[in-house]
């Protein structure tokens, strides 16, 4: 099991960027595939970004390629997603999860573990 803490959202005009970060604790980080979701009011949270756990292999949902990027820092127990080019539809909450495989997964099921969360929001 692993405790996962995210920070860096926050108020941004669309075209901007923000970074997330994802600090987890225990010394297994290295061993979990990380992930990025996200939930905008009344819909259902998704998938947005993964990666494996040596940082190898990234995947990303359609709607933000090109525009954000997964990293992750096992020697710092962190994983972040930097945001640029931010649009209104990002408005959300974003939180980080792991799960102990080195494959990537896109289904919230995959990921025993998660953060509480962090609001980011796009204004016109």
């Known amino acids: 099991q692993v405790q996962l803490v995210e920070s860096g959202g926050g108020l941004v005009q669309a075209g901007g960027s923000l970074r997330l970060s994802c600090a987890a604790s225990?010394?297994?980080?290295?061993?979990?595939?990380m992930g990025w979701f996200r939930q905008a009011p009344g819909k259902e949270r998704e998938f947005v970004a993964g990666i494996s756990w040596r940082g190898s292999n990234t995947y990303y949902t359609d709607s933000v390629k090109g525009r954000f990027t997964i990293s992750r820092d096992n020697a710092a127990n962190t994983v972040y997603l930097q945001m640029n080019s931010l649009k209104p539809e990002d408005t959300a909450v974003y939180y980080c999860?792991?799960?102990?495989?080195?494959?990537?997964?896109?289904?919230?099921?995959?990921?025993?573990?998660w953060g509480q969360g962090t609001q980011v929001t796009v204004s016109t």
């Open positions: 999860a792991a799960r102990s495989s080195s494959f990537i997964a896109q289904t919230l099921n995959a990921y025993g573990d």
């Open positions: 225990g010394r297994t980080f290295s061993s979990y595939t």
